[in-house]
Every structure is written in structure tokens, then in C-alpha cells.
């Protein structure tokens, strides 16, 4: 079984940074890749960024694609997310995701999740 801790969220203004972490209880050489979800009240969870934990290819969905960073510290078993310039429209709860390698190949993984809000 593999645990996957979020912390980092909190509420800030327009315009601010968070760096949301997302801490797995394996080493990451056992995770193939891991993401962050989204969601935000009333709407559908939804994708926001990839990160390949071997070679740290990352992808970003579109909206995102340049104010959020995702990467990785494999010595922490630990990946980020640094959020710049953030919007009101940011504002949801971030699940940390991952899917499994090796032993633990073919499952899939959520955090509990962490709340994000941007507002004035």
C-alpha cells in the first residue's frame, strides 16, 4: 500500500505563490508516474499536472501550463507543485495521485487531498 500526504495549501491573494508537496511512503523508483488533480466546488475533478518519476518529464494542462510547476525530489519521495500568479479560478481542493511500478504495478493511489483558495 502506498500513502500519499499533501501539505502546502492554505489562502492567498491574487496574484501570490503556494508550493503544494505531496509525500509518498515508498520510494518513487516504486511509482511510475504522479499527478495533481483538482477540484473545485460544484465542478468535476480534473487534471493538472504530470510528472514521470524516472526522468522527470513533466505535462501541464493548458491553464496552468505557465504559472505551475511539477517536480520531484526522489531522495524525499516527495513531489511539488509551485503555483505562481494564481487566480481566483485556482481555487479548489489538490489531490496528489500516483500509479504504480514494480511491486506495485498496475495500482493506483490518492491523497486526501488539500484545500487551495485565492482570494481578495
Known amino acids: 500500500q502506498v500513502q500519499l500526504v499533501e501539505s502546502g495549501g492554505g489562502l492567498v491573494q491574487p496574484g501570490e505563490s503556494l508550493r503544494l508537496s505531496c509525500a509518498a511512503s515508498?520510494?518513487?523508483?516504486?511509482?511510475?508516474?504522479m499527478r495533481w488533480y483538482r477540484q473545485a466546488p460544484g465542478k468535476q475533478r480534473e487534471w493538472v499536472a504530470s510528472?514521470?518519476?524516472?526522468?522527470?518529464?513533466?505535462t501541464y494542462e493548458d491553464s496552468v501550463k505557465d504559472r505551475f510547476t511539477i517536480s520531484r525530489d526522489n531522495a524525499k519521495n516527495t513531489v511539488f507543485l509551485q503555483m505562481d500568479s494564481l487566480k481566483p479560478e485556482d481555487t479548489a481542493v489538490y489531490y496528489c495521485?500516483?500509479?504504480?511500478?514494480?511491486?506495485?504495478?498496475?495500482?493506483?493511489?490518492w491523497g486526501q487531498g488539500i484545500e487551495v483558495t485565492v482570494s481578495s
Open positions: 495521485f500516483a500509479s504504480g511500478s514494480r511491486r506495485y504495478r498496475g495500482r493506483e493511489y
Open positions: 515508498v520510494s518513487l523508483l516504486n511509482i511510475y508516474d
Open positions: 510528472i514521470i518519476t524516472d526522468y522527470g518529464r513533466a
